[in-house]
T-cell receptor, first 112, second 115 residues
C-alpha cells in the first residue's frame, strides 16, 4: 500500500527566504507526482505535475524535483512571499490509475 | 474554460439523514474522482468514475456511493449519516489523453457538517 509522507508538518519563514518542502513515498512504481496548494477551507490548486520519466518541473518561482528510485520529491520555492502562505500537498498515482494518494501536507507561513 | 464546480458549497445535516453532493467537471473531462478530507485522516480517495462507470473505489463503507451521468457530471451520496462523515468533500476531474493526461483539477469542495 502506497504511503506518502511530508516533512516538516509546518514551517515558518521570513519573507524573501528560499525554502524546500519534502515529500517521500514508499512504492516507487508511480506514474505521476503532483504538488498542490490549499488555502484554508478551499479546494486544491495544482502547482506542478512531474511524470515518472521526468526529473523536474518549473513554474515561476517553483521548482519540483523527483527521484523515483529513492521515493523522494522536493518542492523548492524561491524568494518566498506572504501570499505563498498555505498548505502544500504532494500526491502520487500509479500507472493506469487516477487515484491519488496524498501526504498530510506542510503548512507554510511566510512572515512579512 | 470553466473549472470544476461543486454544489452545494456548505451543508448541515442531522445524523441518520442522507445527502447528495454534485460535481460538474471541466468541459471535455470524462474522469471524475471524489475525495474526503478530514483533519485527522487527511485526503482519502472515495471513488473514480469514467464514462458513467466506476473504475476504482477506496476503502469506504457502502453508505458512500456515487454515479456519473452521460454529460460527465457526477453525484455522490452518503446514506445514514454519522458524525464522522463531517468533512470537506472534494471532486477532481481529469482529461482522457492530451498533454495533461492524469493531471487532476479540483473543485472548491462541499463542506458537510453532521450534527
Amino acid at each position: 500500500k502506497q504511503e506518502v509522507t511530508q516533512i516538516p508538518a509546518a514551517l515558518s519563514v521570513p519573507e524573501g527566504e528560499n525554502l524546500v518542502l519534502n515529500c517521500s513515498f514508499t512504492d516507487s512504481a508511480i506514474y505521476n507526482l503532483q504538488w498542490f496548494r490549499q488555502d484554508p477551507g478551499k479546494g486544491l490548486t495544482s502547482l506542478l505535475l512531474i511524470q515518472s520519466s521526468q526529473r523536474e518541473q518549473t513554474s515561476g518561482r517553483l521548482n519540483a524535483s523527483l527521484d523515483k528510485s529513492s521515493g523522494r520529491s522536493t518542492l523548492y520555492i524561491a524568494a518566498s512571499q506572504p501570499g505563498d502562505s498555505a498548505t502544500y500537498l504532494c500526491a502520487v498515482n500509479g500507472a493506469g490509475s487516477y487515484q491519488l494518494t496524498f501526504g498530510k501536507g506542510t503548512k507554510l507561513s511566510v512572515i512579512p | 474554460k470553466a473549472g470544476v464546480t461543486q454544489t452545494p458549497r456548505y451543508l448541515i445535516k442531522t445524523r441518520g439523514q442522507q445527502v447528495t453532493l454534485s460535481c460538474s467537471p471541466i468541459s471535455g473531462h470524462r474522469s471524475v474522482s471524489w475525495y474526503q478530507q478530514t483533519p485527522g485522516q487527511g485526503l482519502q480517495f472515495l471513488f473514480e468514475y469514467f464514462s458513467e462507470t466506476q473504475r476504482n473505489k477506496g476503502n469506504f463503507p457502502g453508505r458512500f456511493s456515487g454515479r456519473q451521468f452521460s454529460n460527465s457530471r457526477s453525484e455522490m451520496n452518503v446514506s445514514t449519516l454519522e458524525l464522522g462523515d463531517s468533512a470537506l468533500y472534494l471532486c477532481a476531474s481529469s482529461s482522457d489523453g492530451g498533454p495533461d493526461y492524469y493531471e487532476q483539477y479540483f473543485g472548491p469542495g462541499t463542506r458537510l457538517t453532521v450534527t
